[in-house]
């Protein structure tokens, strides 16, 4: 049986509709070291990787986080937790790092939803370069859009919300399109908030760069396919009085990104899928052997 801390996290993942991959995958591993102590730990790790995977099934992140706790629970290093931790935020700050190096001319860049890598690359290239105007969209139905614009101007960048209908028309003032990433799946394929779709698609009509952000943790693994779906979401959200058709996720061609800006490098995407294929391949990224 599961600890009620554990069981806690599961739900916390599970309702939160605005968080990232990321931030959601470190809360994840949270829930690994409640089993610390437990008789059944191992029992109880598969348990919880099941409910995770489930409580964000379009997440690669949190399913992979959830198969290294639960590894690390098998082996009894309970110490690895916690520098598996500290290796994913770290994971955050070099994405950030790989992305500034290509943003150091850009002088407008346009992004989608509130993610957390996009925020902290945004961030990275103000400090180092200045003189930096973001078009945030909203990101309806949560408008998590408008809570990056309102934290990137609180860093001191120029933040300027606009309706997500009108970004991809607003592409062409643009030096670049950022984006984060909730997942990559095996056949090269993106997912990402609505509305990430048809930015991709104006930056390779009026030939503008197009950068997904991510960390390798958030590529589906073989034999641990994330079964993307477009989960529906409450109608309700939509303030509609009509039938309302409300989803959070959508999936993009591969082929619109040219490359990937992600904590191992700047890379396609088929390097990236033929360099990881299982959990070993990302612990060995995350948890190397001294």
Known sequence: MLPDAAKRVVEEVGSDTTSGAMPLAQRALNAYASLDGLR??????????SLLRQAQ??????????????????????DDLGRLKQRLSRARQEVARQAATILRESKVLLTISHSSDVFEALKVRSEESGGLKVYACESRPLLEGVALARALRDVGIHAVVVADAAAP????????????????LRDGHLVNKIGTLPLALACKEFEVPFYPL??????????????WEE?????????SEVEALNFYFERLPGGLAR????DAGIMD????IGRIKTIDDLMGIYLPTD
């Open 231 to 239: 989960e529906t979401r409450d109608p309700g959200e939509l303030n």
């Open 269 to 272: 995407a088929e390097t990236l």
């Open 169 to 184: 028309g607003l592409v062409p003032q643009c030096d670049g399109v950022l984006v984060g990433t909730d997942s990559l």
């Open 57 to 78: 099934p379009c997440m690669a992140a949190v399913t992979n986080v959830s198969l290294l706790g639960s590894q690390i629970v098998a082996s009894g290093r309970w």
């Open 40 to 49: 059944e730990a191992e029992a109880a790790a598969l348990q919880l990787h």
């Open 259 to 262: 490359s990937l800006v992600t």
């Open 214 to 227: 991510l960390e390798v943790l958030k590529l589906e693994l073989e034999g641990h396919e994330i079964g």
